[in-house]
């Protein structure tokens, strides 16, 4: 990720009021797993087990985590696609968790979403201008020559030239397509856009693009960033706060500054430990987890961490600790910590 590096990313504290955009509180959602010839519940799968966080305005909020630990859910479940089975999510001061789909509608142009694959998220019968078009019209935004000069402003945002809004989704490379995702998700002007891996799929040096790209755009339009990545020097230029989710909740969330310079939970430490360091004569961190990441069909008792933790005490494996102030805005789940310390 050089060429993230070599340019300023996010600072450690974004500039925000202090009503946050986005309000979530004990969000759940499960799934039934059904089987047999009736097709009965058998099983539930706790993708999201209560997850709470804030994104304020002009803010960039991180969420990072293993595969299948609930991190798409919780962006999914936060725009309405899938519904939530518990909990509240309100934009703006507004709880929009139960609201019906005629009601939701006008809350929709609020709050948009990139995927991760910028390919599978076009229609390849459509063209990129009627691709980045669509939301204004069916918002009766704008129609016509009106739409069209729209479009071409939004190509000009994302370093795309008026003349490739008549190109199709197979004749743009990778990053290409990810900036008409872009484009179409800045069409409404949003006041929050869910980032879902939107540049895992992308070459190393276009991932560098894109990403600058986003934090420009957020500058110039105070928007706020819910981002949701594997890649830890992705988040950590990018964002503001980070989360870290582990079976279905959020072990720990922090100032970005902070939470890499003293990461608090074991899982985060081990996360940290395990990113590769390109100096061979570096000292490297000792690898303190073990073992898979238990079914999230039949997760563990108390901190669903402690089948892999080297701390594990009598406690963890009965108890399941909730997010503690450990002070400065960092919040850790782990009764070693207490909140105040630091495993060692």
């Not at 995927?115 to 599978?120: E, G, I, M």
Request: proline residues 6%; aromatic residues 4%; positive net charge.
């Amino acid at each position: 990720m050089g060429g993230l590096l070599a340019r300023g990313g996010n600072g450690g504290r974004a500039m925000t009021d202090a009503t946050p955009l986005l309000e979530v509180t004990d969000l759940v959602k499960h799934y039934a797993v059904r089987g047999g010839i009736l097709r009965r519940r058998i099983g539930t799968v706790h993708s999201v087990d209560g997850v709470s966080f804030s994104v304020g305005k002009g803010e960039t909020l991180g969420l990072v985590g293993e595969s299948g630990c609930g991190k798409s859910t919780v962006a999914r479940s936060v725009l309405r696609l899938v519904e939530p089975t518990s909990g509240a999510i309100r934009l703006n001061g507004i709880d929009i968790t139960n609201l019906s789909k005629a009601d939701l509608r006008p809350h929709r142009r609020s709050m948009q979403i990139v995927f991760q694959d910028p390919f599978a998220s076009l229609n390849p019968r459509m063209t990129a201008g009627d691709i980045v078009g669509e939301p204004l019209g069916v918002h009766g935004l704008a129609t016509g020559a009106k739409q069209q000069e729209r479009v071409a402003e939004l190509f000009a945002q994302v370093g795309l030239r008026a003349d490739q809004m008549k190109n199709y989704p197979h004749q743009f490379s990778g990053g290409q397509r990810q900036r008409i995702c872009i484009a179409r998700a800045l069409s409404l002007g949003p006041s929050l856009i869910v980032c879902d891996e939107p540049v895992s799929a992308l070459d190393v040096s276009i991932q560098a693009q894109v990403i600058n790209l986003l934090i420009d755009l957020q500058r110039k339009n105070n928007f706020s960033y819910l981002f949701i990545a594997h890649d830890l020097a992705v988040v950590a230029h990018i964002s503001h706060r980070v989360a870290v989710m582990y079976l279905g909740r959020i072990v720990e969330i922090s100032d970005k500054t902070d939470l890499f310079a003293n990461p608090r939970h074991p899982y985060t430490q081990a996360l940290l430990a395990s990113v590769p360091v390109a100096n061979p004569k570096a000292k490297k961190l000792t690898p303190i987890i073990d073992g898979d990441v238990p079914s999230p069909i039949n997760p563990p008792s108390g901190c669903a961490f402690h089948t892999r933790c080297r701390y594990v005490m009598d406690r963890c494996k009965l108890e399941r600790p909730d997010l503690a102030d450990a002070g400065a805005g960092h919040q850790v789940a782990c009764w070693l910590n207490e909140g105040t310390g630091r495993a060692e």
